[in-house]
């Protein structure tokens, strides 16, 4: 069974930065593409950025340019930069490890841009 766990949410104030961690354990951390995520309060949950297991990376619009996802496959860990946040980035950021049939979603970890 794989476990996905996110770390280092917090409080920010806009314009500052944070560094979301997830780690995997239980499968082959380097043939996964891992994504993150983010719900916002009475809104869906969007991509914010993936990672394929060749390093090719995607991301939203809202967080191009900001926003920076790289992967550690000695760590089994994938990390997501964030740049320049806004008060529209506060959410719950979710990561999640996609295998060839089946995904895993870690708890998820609030963060919130506020002055």
């Known amino acids: 069974q794989v476990q996905v766990v996110e770390s280092g949410g917090g409080l920010v104030q806009p314009g500052g930065s944070l560094r979301l961690s997830c780690a995997a354990s239980g499968g082959i951390f380097r043939l996964y593409t891992m994504g993150w995520f983010r719900q916002a309060p009475g809104k869906q949950r969007e991509l914010v950025a993936v990672?394929?297991?060749?390093?090719?990376?995607n991301y939203a619009d809202s967080v191009k340019g900001r926003f920076t996802i790289s992967r550690d496959n000695a760590k089994n860990t994938v990390y997501l930069q964030m740049n320049s946040l806004k008060p529209e980035d506060t959410a719950v950021y979710y990561c999640?490890?996609?295998?060839?049939?089946?995904?895993?979603w870690g708890q998820g970890t609030q963060v919130t841009v506020s002055s």
């Open positions: 999640k490890a996609q295998g060839l049939t089946t995904e895993y």
């Open positions: 990672i394929n297991s060749g390093g090719s990376t």
